[in-house]
């Protein structure tokens, strides 16, 4: 019998295996397809692997304000198996990590028989306790009511062997818009589809509203307030839809399907376990347990907050649990990421959900055009948000260059609630994007 059995190896799964093998605990990890799970093998990796191809373009098309007259051609073929390199290389590393854990890495799907029990290839293999980190798939939106291999989800855009030259992404959530400003980089003529008023839903409103306008003028189309009604499939992708109360056709050669993740519950014995959940995903409490004392669940499986690095340490948390130990992990204050042109990163409440709570806050703001190293780099678009509220940062929000570093000069004035006073005071070094941040706090004393 194992201490524990986790079935996914993805981020959740597999850090949770590692940090729990050096603790001396017995681990099998059981995993239907690739270890890394989505975020290494069909997300994250490849998507910023892709990403960083279409920054080095950006940087490029720039060249001639820097003095540099500079000629290239984009080879598809190279930045696709630079990204299965990248993604290879990472996955060897994570077996190696597990070899060397002696973490029993069981290749299957994984059933819950009972609560002690998983099969795997008409194997059964048991353990005290049981952590379901089986992950989510994208959405499918059927009411289309039709099946084209031109219709296609993020991981199979990530597996394309030829750039389309028209795509249509339907949905402006985090995938769809990292997905439209990668390929139009590629070269490719991108439109979004975006059923809300703004795209990026979730994140602060006039961050969100920004970013619209930087993609618009960089030759995105974007359409919300839209609803797609229909799509037909004939000599090319015909997109019909409703926008803003008018009838619109967008011709393309293949489209995105990005609107949603869902939680993978299906056929894993939760039904005879009588583990609770519904189709939002399974319902734990804070750390993580299900209702069935012995078997916790984390990441996208629950349907909350869906980011590898949250069930990284949804992971640690269960594992604390099951030591008795305790922690100071805030699940409220998660940093979050978005790889577009600029990048927009964010932490804590947005000023829309702070005036629905009612608290009475002060908003410091510094721009990128007011700092001297972005002028000096060219990289003057967007700024940094920082919202307050009885002297303490609650919420953060940063559109510019390099935003998903930035962020994280927030993260220990939020965690420990330093006084926005005693903020101002740390020195920042001069000249980096840094000032940019110590400007928004300032901004705050006035």
Do not use: W
């Not at 939680?263 to 209702?291: H, R």
């Amino acid at each position: 019998m194992y201490d524990i059995i986790i079935l996914g190896a993805g981020p959740g799964g597999y850090e949770l295996a590692l940090e729990a093998s050096k603790k001396g605990l017995s681990i099998a990890l059981i995993e239907a397809d690739e270890v890394g799970g989505t975020c290494l093998n069909y997300g994250c990796i490849p998507t910023k692997t892709y990403y960083q191809n279409a920054k080095f373009i950006n940087e490029l098309n720039k060249s001639e304000q820097l003095g540099i007259d500079v000629q290239y051609t984009f080879d598809f073929n190279k930045a696709i198996n630079r990204k299965e390199k990248v993604v290879s290389s990472l996955k060897e590393g994570i077996k190696f990590l597990l070899t060397k854990a002696k973490v029993d890495l069981i290749q299957g799907f994984g059933r819950l028989v009972d609560s002690h029990s998983v099969i795997v290839n008409n194997t059964t293999y048991q353990a005290k306790y049981i952590v379901i980190a089986t992950g989510s798939s994208s959405v499918e939106l059927k009411l289309l009511g039709f099946d084209s291999q031109n219709v296609i989800s993020s991981q199979q855009l990530l597996a394309l062997k030829e750039l389309p030259k028209r795509l249509v992404v339907i949905g402006g959530g985090v995938i769809g818009i990292e997905m439209a400003s990668i390929f139009h980089r590629f070269g490719c003529d991108v439109e979004v589809i975006e059923m809300c008023e703004q795209i990026l839903p979730t994140v602060d409103q006039e961050i969100a509203k920004r970013l619209q306008a930087y993609l618009k003028q960089q030759g995105i189309k974007i359409h919300t307030k839209s609803t797609v009604v229909e799509i037909e499939d004939h000599q090319e992708v015909i997109v019909k839809l409703i926008s803003k109360e008018k009838e619109m056709i967008i011709p393309c050669d293949k489209v995105l399907l990005s609107v949603g993740r869902k939680p993978n519950v299906s056929n894993i014995g939760l039904d005879e376990v009588g583990i609770t959940y519904s189709k939002k995903g399974i319902l734990v409490n804070e750390n993580f347990q299900t209702n069935v004392p012995n078997i916790y669940a984390i990441g996208d499986v629950t349907g909350k907050m869906m980011l590898a690095h949250v069930a990284t340490y949804n992971g640690y948390r269960v594992l604390h649990h099951i030591l008795q130990e305790t922690d100071t992990i805030r699940f409220d204050l998660v940093p979050s990421c978005v790889f577009t042109f600029p990048e927009v990163a964010s932490i804590g409440m947005t000023e829309e959900e702070a005036k629905e709570k009612g608290f009475d806050i002060t908003i410091g703001k510094a721009y990128y055009r007011a700092n001297g190293k972005a002028v000096s780099m060219n990289e003057t678009d967007g700024f940094i948000k920082i919202i307050a509220c009885d002297e303490r940062i609650i919420g953060v929000h940063i559109i510019g260059y390099e935003a998903s570093v930035l962020i994280h000069e927030a993260l220990p004035l939020v965690n420990e609630e330093i006084k926005i006073a005693c903020a101002c005071d740390y020195i920042h070094a001069h000249p980096t994007l840094s000032e940019i941040f110590a400007s928004a706090l300032k901004e705050l004393k006035k």
